[in-house]
């Protein structure tokens, strides 16, 4: 049998199938490949090579052909997750999260881990800086001084003043005016002080020294506050994405055991859980955001919007985490006997859960169109405020007029206080209804 690249030159079978199969051993190349005949262009096409080609080469063949197709083309990428080997088509225009078939969120347009509402630049600062040495040098600068004599810093790792620098130079100092040990005594202060630090203070020898460290100490108490708690709700997201694994493989199971609940209806933990994994997320890149913020004004307003995302969410977690584990199976203390709540109760339990999620997505959504509106409501309410005041101010002699405000809750409410799934207005549990929109509890 004889076949060509749709030209003139034919070749038996045996020679294309080893034309071919050097070829894709070559590498993705081999998707460029065209006549044998060296004066010939005609492209060797996919049909032709599944055709010809050994089974193998074909499952190269068509791996390089969906690479070029993914990586040539300005919609599709490739997911960033470790071990996946999917490629996501982008269908929108304006959100860049995408979730991949292997359900991890990314950003389309950097493909770094969906970081919404942060901007992708501040993302980048973000990753680059917990990545680099600078804030090695800060806690250099922070928790360690020179040696006077080798300048190698020296670490601080007991009470005395008395210090010894590490072998080969062994030279004894002062941590307090690193001054040589040998010039101490009873007379500058003994072990625990230094007059003549304390002396040189106040002229002003070592104030420059001094603010300096003092700035990099600040600079990387500052740093570690907004990391710790990006990172601790990185790892709080990851908790609970395996705990929704293990409420789909079997904790919805045994409830249906228990009170005869089809799963379709338990879906509202399912939900529960999924909005605790995206508000993890968003509330992780939110200290990123506060990390990077500098107005004043803004700041207190974007804490005060956080503070109450992360109230809100922690509330919901612990219901999800803790509260549902009373209506799965478990032993009475001391006893054989498993604790069954009623079903009632299971139901009080489903309001709960389902109100504290719809809750909390109303707090993150809030939030989210904060940030990404960049705060402008601070803006408008201080400019509003001043507007506000000069009016008042120019009216002299009127009546007043009585201004309507929504009562506080108050200060010393308990757990059993309820939020309004409309507003979001933390209620007293002794009313029904809200008491700025006027919604009903249940």
Known sequence: MMSSAGCAHFYCHECWEGYISAAISGGPGCLSLRCPDPSCGSMVLQGMVNKLAKDEDKEKYARFLLRAYVEGSKKTKWCPA???????????????????????????NCTEEAHRPVNCETVSKWILKNSAESENMNWILANSKPCPKCKRPIEKNQGCMHMTCTPPCKFEFCWLCLDAWSDHGERTGGFYACNRYESAKKEGVYDETEARRERAKNSLERYMHYYERWASNQTSRQKAQADLRKAEKEQL?????????????????????????????????TYAYGYYLDDKVKSEFFEYLQGEAESGLERLHQCAEKDLQAFLP??????????????????DFRVKLAGLTSVTRNYFENLVRALEAGLEDVRAAGQAGATSSAATSSKKGGTKSKKKQHPKPSSDHTDDSWPCECCTYL????????????????
């Open 82 to 108: 470790p071990d996946c080997t999917c490629a996501v088509e982008f269908l929108g225009d304006e959100n860049y999260d995408v979730l991949c078939n292997c359900k991890f969120s990314f950003c389309w």
């Open 427 to 442: 209620n007293l549990p002794s009313v029904d209804a809200c008491s700025v929109c006027e919604k009903s509890r249940y």
């Open 330 to 347: 478990s032993l009475k203390p001391d006893s054989n006997e498993t604790m069954t709540p009623s079903v009632a109760e299971f139901g």
């Open 253 to 285: 199971a045994k409830l249906t055991d228990i009170f005869g609940i089809p799963e379709t209806q338990l879906k509202f933990i399912i939900e529960a859980w999924s909005q605790i994994i995206e508000c993890r997320r968003v509330l992780k890149w």
